[in-house]
């Protein structure tokens, strides 16, 4: 690559691999099922790349309380996640690592198929972040 080349790709480069904590705002909410709060529930939030963007970023994740709350920690930064739409999911299913590493004793999900891993559910985090990221899940 030539130098001329490099020049030029350098700022492309720095907006795209590099996520940086001004990015990184607070976010937190709660998560209902049917009207009451899902306790001991895994919320994942995975940003969505925009049009022209080569990477969306690294994802946050947050356990709720007994209450139903939860506030994200981002997997690179802290605490927090990336401002932009994310696709949300929720799940409940806890297993125990056996003694070679297998997942043992999984519990049953208590959250609708919509919600886990090929979730239905899109959440914009604003650029001041928000303690508003409330989840209402419903069962049917």
């Known amino acids: 690559m030539t130098f001329a080349r490099l020049l030029l790709l350098t700022p492309l480069m720095l907006t795209t691999g590099c996520f940086g904590s001004d990015r990184i705002v607070p976010v937190s909410g709660v998560v209902t099922l049917d009207g009451e709060p899902l306790s001991r529930a895994v919320v994942g939030f ?33 605490e927090g996640a990336l401002v932009g739409q994310h696709r949300v999911s929720v799940s409940t299913v806890v297993g125990k690592e056996g003694p070679n590493g297998e997942i043992l004793g999984l519990t049953k999900e208590r959250v609708p198929a ?18 508003e990221a409330n989840l209402e899940l419903v069962s049917k």
Not at 47 to 71: C, F, M, N, V, W
Not at 118 to 131: K, M, Y
């Open 46 to 78: 995975e940003p969505i790349a925009q049009e022209g963007d080569l990477e969306a970023g690294y994802g946050s994740y947050a356990k709720t309380d007994d209450q139903g709350r939860y506030a994200l920690r981002h997997l690179q930064e802290g």
């Open 114 to 131: 919509r919600y886990n891993n090929n979730t239905e559910l899109v959440v914009e985090v604003p650029p001041g972040g928000t303690d």
